[in-house]
């Protein structure tokens, strides 16, 4: 079966800041952040003693015969926005990219700008989870993505391309970053770009009702889809058949359609808590898709929204070394 990994991550230079202050490299794919002695696993072992490169990647792809990869930044790892570029150039048949700018930072649009005039980006990640993101180090300056004006700047000079990828981390429904129906008013304010929602808006099977919830505001907006990216450390499960995941997933194609749905794995470090072979497969043991529907979600999808003609002519062109 062709596969596209919809949430994959590189590190080239570990810089990872969120709330819990920086992340600093141990080495043998270990870390720790500023505000205690916990050490994580950010690395399989053999992936990289404290880097994810592009080589890296591919090998880890071809090995599980997944094809390409969207490249997606996030806060855990430092923006990767360059070294992305770098992967993009350099293996465009396998990778596509996504940028991040703080919309806080003095020269944001500026740095918007480049990437997607220069740089050849036409995808842009809003990592804003409060758990992960950027209203962990805001957290006295709250904000929507919808209603926040400096943040508006950045969509009004998006809508200038037409079928943009914004793709959005707003974490769980306990934290202030929270807000589906920001999704909901964007999607209508912009029908020409598209949205994706990361890790199925942070479900949790014992309160599918709140999923729903989310789901249904998206539902009669096609220019919202999701991702299932992570889903298995988010219900804590790390052996499958994935049971609680398997409610979500169920609960989404229910209320959205197989069309609307992408898998990724959100590697490299939900790869240490489940095997990336099983990430890769464990929908292909499940009933929840026909053959058909299920080639959408590991395939088709994300290579209409983020292999678009025009991204990658965008990619050709970009010249700046």
């Known amino acids: 079966m062709k596969k596209i990994d919809g949430h994959l991550h590189l590190v080239r230079s570990l810089a990872g800041f969120n709330g819990k202050g920086s992340l600093t490299a141990l080495g043998n794919g270990r ?23 592009a080589e890296s990647a591919l090998k880890v792809l071809a090995a599980n015969e997944v094809a390409k990869a969207v490249l997606l930044q996030g806060s855990l790892y430092g923006f990767q926005n360059y070294y992305s570029y770098q992967a993009v150039k350099k293996y465009p048949d396998h ?58 700047r950045i969509f009004h000079y998006l809508s200038d391309y037409p079928g943009f990828v914004v793709t959005v981390d707003y974490g769980d429904y306990s934290q202030t970053s929270y807000q589906p ?47 299932i990216a992570a889903i298995q450390d988010i219900e804590g499960e790390t052996a499958e058949p994935f049971a609680r995941c398997q409610k979500d997933v169920t609960l989404a194609k229910q209320v959205l359609g197989a069309k609307r ?11 240490t808590f489940n095997s990336y072979h099983s990430l890769a497969t ?30 990658i002519a965008a990619v050709k062109l970009a010249n700046e070394g």
């Open 261 to 271: 749905i992408i898998w990724g794995s959100d590697a490299p470090w939900s790869a």
């Open 95 to 152: 990778f596509i990219g996504a940028f991040s700018v703080d919309p806080f930072s003095e020269f944001y649009m500026q740095i918007v700008k480049r990437h997607v005039e220069k740089l050849g980006f036409r995808a842009m990640k809003f990592e804003i989870s409060q758990g992960g993101g950027m209203t962990g180090y805001h957290v006295t300056t709250p904000f929507r993505l919808d209603t926040d004006p400096r943040i508006g």
């Open 282 to 311: 464990w929908l292909e043991r499940t009933t929840i898709f026909t053959p058909g529907e299920l080639a959408d979600v590991m395939y088709n999808n994300a290579n209409r929204i983020y292999f678009k003609k025009a991204a």
């Open 31 to 53: 870390a720790i952040w500023d505000n205690d002695q916990t050490v994580i696993k950010l690395l399989p072992d053999g992936w990289g003693d404290d880097t994810f490169t």
């Open 181 to 227: 129906e920001a999704i909901v008013n964007l999607a209508k304010m912009y029908p020409q770009l598209d949205f994706v929602v990361c890790h199925l808006s942070f479900p949790n099977a014992d309160h599918l009702d709140r999923l729903q919830n989310a789901l249904e505001q998206w539902q009669p907006y096609h220019n919202i889809y999701t991702d």
